[in-house]
T-cell receptor, first 114, second 111 residues
Framework: DAGVTQSPTHLIKTRGQQVTLRCSPK?????VSWYQQALGQGPQFIFQ???????QRGNFPDRFSGHQFPNYSSELNVNALLLGDSALYLC?????????????FGPGTRLTVT | GNSVTQMEGPVTLSEEAFLTINCTYT??????LFWYVQYPGEGLQLLLK?????DKGSNKGFEATYRKETTSFHLEKGSVQVSDSAVYFC??????????FGAGTRLTVKP
């Protein structure tokens, strides 16, 4: 049973550039959530996709956008990168888009902005 | 809005010591509560969960009870091992399914 996978593992970008991160959910899951985890902190909710639509969004600027494909995989895009965007980006999957469910996390993508 | 406050670390214990990591929450409605663990260089792994008041979640010797009257979900283990060294996160998920995490507590267990 394949778990949540993310690519790439590591990424280095320059300020002002754009980046795309990818996530494949756990087999059978249809909901994908994205989180930003700064060093030494807990994950912060960015947004959630279900049925190819953004359903919930945390307190992140419009520079952060996403997409969900018909096969439930998802992308996170960040435009106009800032130094403060350096973090571990985690993808999590769950089933059914309902509240209160456990989420299964991928290993994350470590983004460094220089 | 929903939030989680977690005991700050780091916590250093000797092997076989008793562990408690405190977690309290603020939420509207009836959230589900979780403990996740993060080992170095890895993503988060679900450790245990509780979905309603008075539920006890347990896994690998860890336990936590959903206390609605005190809005708490403290993590306990009777005898920690070196392999339990990791960062532990308390989290809640409400009706909107946006999971909120505490800041994390780093546990180091020494032999």
């Amino acid at each position: 049973d394949a778990g949540v996978t993310q690519s790439p593992t590591h990424l280095i970008k320059t300020r002002g550039q754009q980046v795309t991160l990818r996530c494949s959910p756990k087999s059978g899951h249809d909901t994908v959530s994205w989180y930003q985890q700064a060093l030494g902190q807990g994950p912060q909710f960015i947004f959630q996709y279900y049925e190819e639509e953004e359903r919930q969004r945390g307190n992140f600027p419009d520079r952060f956008s996403g997409h969900q494909f018909p096969n439930y995989s998802s992308e996170l895009n960040v435009n106009a990168l800032l130094l403060g965007d350096s973090a571990l980006y985690l993808c999590a999957s769950s089933l059914g888009g309902r509240g209160g469910l456990e989420q299964y996390f991928g290993p994350g993508t470590r983004l460094t902005v220089t | 809005g929903n939030s989680v406050t977690q005991m700050e670390g780091p916590v250093t214990l000797s092997e076989e010591a008793f562990l408690t990591i405190n977690c309290t929450y603020t939420a509207t409605g009836y959230p589900s509560l979780f403990w996740y663990v993060q080992y170095p260089g890895e993503g988060l792994q679900l450790l245990l969960k509780a979905t309603k008041a008075d539920d006890k979640g347990s896994n690998k010797g860890f336990e936590a009870t959903y206390r609605k009257e005190t809005t708490s979900f403290h993590l306990e283990k009777g005898s920690v091992q070196v392999s339990d060294s990791a960062v532990y996160f308390c989290a809640l998920s409400g009706d909107n399914n946006d999971m909120r995490f505490g800041a994390g507590t780093r546990l180091t267990v020494k032999p």
